[in-house]
T-cell receptor, first 113, second 111 residues
């Protein structure tokens, strides 16, 4: 299993500003994933954060908007840049353990006003 | 395109009653199917994981079924409790760490 500490749990931000979300895992993991969960919708993968290399972004997500850091095997950050109200969502980090399990952080509920 | 569709979108049940949630998927290739429970303000937590060869799996009052031929799964909640109020998400793994998520079924249990 893996215990993930994600923070902040929620924030209200002004449009045009940026927010950095942190995820700390209690064990070393090769891959970490960042998801967005918009109201009433399924989780959408933003990017895969790999230690020692640049993150791999999914279609529709770009590094300038969602820069990711992965300085070591237990920590990652996701920044939501130049925010607009459309960025209001829940952001989650996740780590796979083995081939059949994934653990999630508690999520960050972001509201952009 | 890999898709996971869940029904109903939401339901309300009385405490102590049973309910069944549905999941249909078109994900290929298929590695496993998972059901997660997501409480409000929390991240999803795994309930069950089933591979291709498994038809049913239980976790306490939660029982999941899988029909790999028809690509359907269900999650049955027995003797519901107030703490079962949550969103239940069906997730299909296609063997490359890329997970396909359903939109979830929101269950509200009322006393």
């Amino acid at each position: 299993s893996a215990v993930i500490s994600q923070k902040p749990s929620r924030d209200i931000c002004q449009r045009g500003t940026s927010l950095t979300i942190q995820c700390q895992v209690d064990s070393q993991v090769t891959m970490m994933f960042w998801y967005r969960q918009q109201p009433g919708q399924s989780l959408t993968l933003i990017a895969t954060a790999n230690q020692g290399s640049e993150a791999t972004y999914e279609s529709g997500f770009v590094i300038d908007k969602f820069p990711i850091s992965r300085p070591n095997l237990t920590f990652s950050t996701l920044t939501v840049s130049n925010m607009s109200p459309e960025d209001s969502s829940i952001y989650l980090c996740s780590v796979p353990t083995g081939r059949t399990e994934a653990f999630f952080g508690q999520g960050t509920r972001l509201t952009v006003v | 395109k890999n898709q996971v569709e869940q029904s109903p979108q939401s339901l309300i049940i009385l405490e102590g009653k049973n309910c069944t949630l549905q999941c249909n998927y078109t994900v290929s290739p298929f590695s496993n199917l998972r059901w997660y429970k997501q409480d409000t303000g929390r991240g999803p937590v795994s309930l069950t994981i089933m591979t291709f060869s498994e038809n049913t799996k239980s976790n306490g009052r939660y029982t999941a079924t899988l029909d790999a031929d028809t690509k359907q799964s269900s999650l049955h909640i027995t003797a519901s409790q107030l703490s079962d109020s949550a969103s239940y998400i069906c997730v299909v793994d296609s063997n490359d760490y890329k997970l396909s998520f359903g939109a979830g079924t929101t269950v509200t249990v009322r006393a």
